[in-house]
């Protein structure tokens, strides 16, 4: 079933029933640190859910949720400047990843944190040894051009993120359209090649913007184009998206293959975040 993302003829929204009545998991979160699995591993639990991906490797079919073929995600919102990301397994830790906004810089800038190794208690300082990386605003780009970094000491560039934000007299003329984004990652590669490297060029957002990708070992994704029907724009998030957002989205390759999924799950502070491979968590 199609689930709507927003309504250009009313600003209130029903979600079909259908989508409403699918019970949200519960028990969220992820794994300690766990052998790499080989990508012809079908080694599931005797129940056959899927098992927790490492914080950094690829994603294998033991990983992917049978209903959705993805890895399932839970991102919360805790307060304002914090969110906790959670994979959604039996076997899972509480909270994966922590990103924490850094209110003294002058553009979006989110800290990222290894919460299975510093804990949820810990400091959130880049000295610390579970800092992993930051999200920050390209402040040499227009608004909306976005940076992920890794922790190494050359702050190397692992990803590039262009997020469309319309303009208000386009809001004003034509509501709230769905948002669109392209991204630049690393293309697929082995568990063993892949240690969380990024480009020594740190030059992703001009191969983005240049469309030169493809000469890089890179791989482009953009958002799948919703479908307009009885005043609501609509995308198969496979009942995993519940609540109608602008912000509700796939990421899509040049196949047409969707690699990446977001969206609400309720009014408050819940979102859940779908992926598989060329993506990790």
């Known amino acids: 079933m199609l689930s709507p993302i927003s309504s250009r003829l009313s600003q209130s929204m029903s979600t079909p029933k259908r ?22 591993d079908t080694t599931r639990s005797t129940n056959n859910k899927p098992l927790a991906p490492s914080l950094f490797g690829l994603p294998t079919k033991s990983n992917y949720h049978s209903s959705t073929g993805f890895v399932h995600c839970c991102v919360t919102r805790c307060g304002k400047n914090r969110y ?17 906004k850094v209110k003294s810089s002058r553009t979006s800038n989110y800290h990222l944190f290894d919460a299975l190794r510093g804990g949820m208690n810990a400091k959130l300082s880049k000295k610390a040894g579970h800092y992993i990386g930051k999200l920050r605003r390209d402040k040499d780009q227009p608004v909306g051009c976005y940076n992920l970094y890794n922790s190494s000491r050359e702050k190397e560039t692992v990803a590039a993120y262009v997020y469309d934000i319309p303009a208000l007299t386009q809001q004003i003329t034509e509501g709230q359209p769905p948002r669109k984004m392209q991204a630049v990652i690393p293309k697929e ?18 191969h ?13 994704v953009q958002t799948r184009a919703p479908k307009y029907h009885e005043g609501q724009y609509r995308l198969n998030f496979s009942g995993r998206v519940l609540t109608p957002s602008v912000k509700n989205m796939q990421l899509e390759n040049e196949k047409g293959e969707c690699l990446l999924q977001f969206g609400k799950v309720d009014e408050e502070d819940t979102f859940h975040l779908d992926y598989k491979v060329s993506v990790v968590s």
């Open 208 to 220: 983005l913007h240049n469309g030169t990708w493809k000469h890089h070992n890179l791989e482009a």
């Open 84 to 100: 906790h990301l959670s994979i959604q397994t039996d076997d899972a830790e509480s909270v994966s990843i922590i990103a924490n």
């Open 19 to 40: 989508e409403m009545d699918q019970p949200i998991v519960q028990r969220i979160g992820h794994p300690s640190p766990r052998p790499k699995q080989d990508d012809n």
């Open 189 to 206: 590669q082995s568990n063993k090649d892949n240690d969380h490297n990024g480009s020594s060029s740190n030059r992703l957002m001009e």
